[in-house]
């Protein structure tokens, strides 16, 4: 029985399915699970990504979904793991990134690991620590308004530092540029100097690369998507992994479609915007959800309305900055998000039963609420849609008709993304 090479665990599902893609575009191939498979269950595949809805979780459920992760993956045979959160590393003073990574690096009785969100084809870059989105740095990105994650520290060193027990460092761009042989001498003096956890500087995809293969012998990698760009060729280079030049393929799914946005992000409320200038959409007012309205009712049967003329519809909550805010001092920030998810998580699960067999959800919350509601227990991963978003579909039984998924991060996507999804699923 064959053995998984690289054992994954991802803190949100949109992040899953990014890195997922970057992993089947290295010819890996790769199966996503929504949340810790039963004991017992094993998958064939080269990478398994474990997706868990742990990013705005309290810092210690989020390392108990992550340790039972990462024991689940050991069981699989996995040599080497990989800890997956945002490009943007939305994250708290609390966590949830540094106390997993602590928890990772004790089970597995490491002492060093690397933290590199940089996801260069995104905008997402790091230099002398500091995080850009773009051209400009994080706290002026519009994370900064983040209504559970705001990022006001562009300096990564610092924002890790105030998570973690452990002593962080950081890989210099003067190192990563030179390449991997001087990326692990740095390594090796990081750890005589006591650094556990140390940030890297990454500008392109050359970096990343480097990286990668600097990282060959560390049992634990940790950061956005991009890094994994490098880890295929260190399978490959061992022996260990032939290229699967058919790792994206995928059956053709017929049936109606929807749209379903939660994000708040900049980039979500653009791909709104674009969408409603010629094509249906359905707003969910959190305030109308709170009064007890039958606002799920109305998105449903509007939906349905809009199917019998062969259109596609658009259901959201995506608001500017100024409009949540009102919201959340109304309700709470836990509420409204709440909220939200629920109603998007029933709305999908009843256009499902009305023979629905493609989604589009924008969102890491959103799609993690909208994939357990539909029951979906993994996903084989497809091509790319845009840099950071596959195309998915489910595994089931045979007798379970498979559903198409787009599962964007609300950061992700081209302003025409929403249609441009649609027409790869």
């Not at 705001?150 to 990564?156: A, E, R």
């Not at 993690?368 to 497809?382: C, F, K, P, T, Y």
Request: some cysteine.
């Amino acid at each position: 029985m064959a053995h998984a090479l690289l054992g994954c665990i991802a803190d949100d599902f949109t992040g899953a399915t990014d890195l997922a893609n970057m992993l089947v575009r290295g010819g890996m191939r790769t199966v996503q699970t929504i949340g810790v498979p039963a004991e017992g269950t094993h998958i064939e595949a080269d990478a398994i990504v474990v997706a868990l809805k742990s990013r705005t979780a309290p810092p210690a459920e989020a390392v108990r979904q992550s340790l039972e992760a990462l024991a689940w993956l050991r069981s699989q045979g996995c040599g080497q793991f990989y800890f997956k959160y945002c490009s943007t590393f939305d994250s708290t003073d609390k966590g949830n990134i540094g106390p997993v990574a602590d928890a990772l690096l004790d089970a597995l009785e490491e002492n060093f690991t690397i933290a590199c969100p940089a996801f260069p084809e995104n905008g997402r870059t790091i230099y002398r620590g500091n995080l850009f989105v773009g051209d400009v740095l994080l706290s002026e990105s519009g994370m900064e308004n983040h209504p559970l994650t705001p990022m006001t520290d562009p300096n990564l060193v610092r924002v890790l530092q105030r998570q973690t027990r452990s002593k962080v460092g950081l890989i210099h761009y003067n190192t990563v540029a030179k390449g991997a042989d001087p990326i692990r001498v740095r390594i090796d003096e990081l750890k005589e100097e006591g650094v556990r956890l140390a940030i890297a500087d990454a500008v392109s995809d050359a970096d990343l690369y480097a990286l990668g293969k600097a990282c060959r012998h560390l049992r634990l990698v940790t950061g956005g998507s991009g890094i994994a760009l490098g880890l295929p060729q260190n399978f490959h280079s061992a022996d260990l992994l032939v290229y699967s030049g058919d790792a994206a393929d995928l059956p053709k799914i017929d049936g109606k479609a929807v749209v379903l946005a939660g994000s708040a992000s900049r980039a979500t409320n653009a791909q709104v915007t674009e969408w409603r200038l010629s094509r249906p959409s359905f707003r969910l007012d959190p305030l109308a959800l709170a009064r007890g309205e039958a606002i799920v009712d109305s998105a449903v049967e509007f939906a349905e309305s809009h199917f019998k003329g062969g259109e596609t519809v658009l259901i959201y909550a995506t608001s500017p900055p100024e409009e949540i805010r009102v919201v959340q001092k109304e309700l709470g920030v836990t509420k409204a998000g709440q909220l939200v998810e629920h109603a998007l998580a029933s709305i999908a699960r009843r256009l499902r039963d009305a023979g629905v067999r493609k989604f589009v959800v924008a969102g890491g919350e959103t799609s993690g609420a909208v994939v357990q509601a539909l029951d979906v227990q993994s996903l084989r991963i497809g091509p790319q849609i845009d840099p950071g978003v596959p195309a998915t579909q489910s595994i089931g039984a045979s007798d379970e008709a498979p559903i198409a998924l787009a599962l964007k991060s609300g950061n992700f996507g081209t302003t025409d993304f929403f249609a441009k999804a649609l027409r790869v699923l």
